[in-house]
């Protein structure tokens, strides 16, 4: 997913020795230290998602899509070609999420390292990066962080030795740890490297009353939450709420709205002018 801790991920395991191709894209909004991404991948995606009726960027509600054949074709041409080149390598790419059984099939030899944060700290940054999409639907952001951390959970489960789940928390309070395991799982010597760790990349900037919103009335996004903590080892920093509680949609609305609105206003220079954008 999007805003995850994906990068740090990436960029943590290109300089243990993990070859991540000679494209990856330039740096860009919302993240200066670069994305980790390959071109070719990331235009794979992007066509597909486009071909698939969604935006490029991959915000949607649905999942378990499939390629065009355009797209499929390119994508076992790469892989062959990355077989030849390099004994280890691999790529970053969230919107691939969308795409797990595509790839599954492409490269049966994959494995699959999944980064996960919590919802509430990814939907804060969503809106803070000021993106359109969740600008005029706030409460978007949580339906998209459910799509791609289900898809996730459901690959995984049923692909087992193939998936690993990392708390992107994890990589801030245990990095030598989480290494260690993934050398473990890979059977690969990965030089582990903690100087571009900074833990402001991961400081939660989420108040308080939006993480109880969460965790009381948004019971699925909670269920998949703590599911991918039971997964990764990690401890939720929050408990289920435990009894039943109902809210209309309107209700539901106007808190996300509101809170999208003081996440734009308080790091999103240009706030302003998109509230006169039509």
Not at 19 to 24: H, N
Not at 189 to 198: A, N
Not at 264 to 271: A, D, I, L, V
Request: aromatic letters at 12%; hydrophobic letters at 35%; glycine letters at 4%.
């Amino acid at each position: 997913m999007h805003r995850s801790g994906t990068s740090l991920m990436g960029s943590m395991l290109a300089d243990a020795g993990i070859e991540f191709g000679d494209q990856l894209t330039d740096a860009g909004h919302g993240n200066s230290n670069g994305f980790f991404e390959d071109s070719i991948i990331c235009r794979i995606h992007e066509q597909s998602l486009e071909a698939n009726g969604i935006n490029s960027q991959g915000f949607t509600n649905c999942s378990e899509l499939t390629f065009p054949l355009t797209a499929r074709k390119q994508a076992e041409a790469d892989s062959a070609s990355r077989r030849r080149s390099s004994t280890h390598w691999g790529w970053k790419q969230p919107r691939a999420t969308l795409f797990l059984d595509e790839w599954a099939s492409i490269v049966p030899e994959a494995k699959f390292l999944f980064v996960f944060r919590q919802p509430w700290d990814v939907m804060d940054s969503l809106y803070r990066r000021g993106d359109h999409t969740f600008f005029l639907r706030p409460t978007f952001a949580l339906r998209v962080w459910e799509t791609y951390n289900t898809a996730l959970l459901h690959f995984a489960t049923r692909h087992k030795h193939r998936s690993y789940i990392v708390d992107a928390s994890q990589l801030i309070t245990s990095p030598t740890d989480v290494f260690r395991s993934l050398q473990e799982w890979l059977h690969v010597d990965l030089k582990t490297s903690s100087e571009k760790l900074k833990k402001e990349q991961f400081s939660s900037l989420t108040t308080g009353s939006c993480i109880e919103f969460i965790r009381k009335f948004e019971p699925e996004a909670m269920s998949v939450y703590l599911r991918l903590c039971e997964l990764s080892g990690s401890h939720p920093t929050v408990e289920p709420w435990r009894d039943s509680v109902s809210l209309s949609n309107e209700s539901r609305d106007l808190f996300f709205r509101e809170w999208q609105h003081s996440s734009s206003e308080k790091h999103n220079p240009w706030h302003h002018l998109q509230n006169d954008t039509p």
